[in-house]
């Protein structure tokens, strides 16, 4: 059963698992909420490999893999609940490496610079800056999209393009909704500003995904095999629409304050979510379990 904007509502993964070989799963929202770990959630990724399925965790963290893996260790998340990871913060590493600018001016937390080591780029003042490589805001705790309008102007005024490592807008850290990068892009085009957006829902990071499957397989990959799970309509749902796939929608997760966390979320109200925005899902569940 493909995509629809009337999708039924799943009790579990195992409902559905056998018609899919593959995987690709959202962490933030879906694995964790940004402070601890869901733990039915790795526990069905953990039985979906028991199964024989190939899982893939594909996030729009704006860092590199190997420091998703230290965040999951911290919260909870068990590594064999998957296969591999693909991060947003190594499709721009990728990009920005390639890029002819080298001179960036960094915009986000100080945790998240490490992003851009080893890939030749210079971290310079905005007035030597040939790009933003933007991760974030610089203190998402208490700033907003708006706190940036000013240095926007300026960056307007000399051309600079902005490449955003992180397409969220927001995303729920613990009980509290925090601006991402995807905000800041989104404000920065609407300006008029030059902007390049890694990440789901954009087609590059979903090849990559379904490269990975096929090197850890041995094998090309129908997408058709292929189920993603996710919680946030414009980047999860609507990255594998674009990219031909199947999705599983966990209502509980970004969409919890309109869908809410219900054990039996109404049918209506996720199919008019749907609507509003112009996609289909397989199926919805208000947390992943198995």
């Not at 499709?91 to 001016?105: D, G, I, V």
């Not at 003042?125 to 490589?133: M, V």
């Amino acid at each position: 059963m493909a995509n629809t904007r009337h999708p039924p509502r799943i009790r579990g993964l195992s409902e559905i698992a056998g018609n899919y070989r593959y995987l690709l799963c959202d962490a933030w929202g879906v694995l964790h909420n940004g402070v601890t770990a869901y733990a039915e959630a790795v526990d069905a990724l953990i039985h979906a490999r028991a199964a024989g399925l190939r899982v893939l965790v594909l996030t729009n963290a704006p860092r590199p893999k190997a420091e998703v893996v230290k965040q999951f260790d911290r919260f909870g998340v068990d590594h064999r609940g998957y296969n591999d990871i693909v991060t947003s913060g190594d499709a721009t590493r990728e990009y920005l490496a390639t890029r002819p600018e080298k001179k960036a001016l960094f915009v986000g937390a100080d945790r998240d610079r490490g992003v851009l080591d080893g890939i030749g780029i210079d971290l310079v003042g905005q007035d030597e800056a040939e790009l933003i490589a933007c991760i974030g805001l610089y203190d998402d705790t208490t700033e907003t999209p708006d706190d940036y309008t000013g240095r926007m102007r300026d960056w307007l005024a000399r051309g600079l393009p902005l490449i955003c490592a992180n397409p969220d807008k927001v995303v729920e850290r613990g009980h509290v909704i925090v601006w991402c990068a995807g905000a800041l892009a989104a404000k920065y085009a609407g300006m008029g500003g030059r902007t390049v957006v890694l990440g789901k829902p954009h087609a590059p990071i979903y090849e990559s995904a379904l490269r990975r499957f096929g090197e850890i397989a041995g094998t090309p990959v129908d997408p058709a095999e292929v189920l993603a799970i996710g919680d946030a309509a414009e980047t999860d749902l609507r990255g594998a629409n674009d990219a031909g796939l199947d999705v599983l929608f966990v209502t509980a997760g970004i969409h919890a304050e309109r869908l809410g966390e219900r054990h039996e979320p109404d049918g209506p109200e996720v199919s008019a979510l749907l609507s509003e925005h112009g996609l289909g899902a397989r199926a919805y569940i208000p947390h992943l379990a198995w």
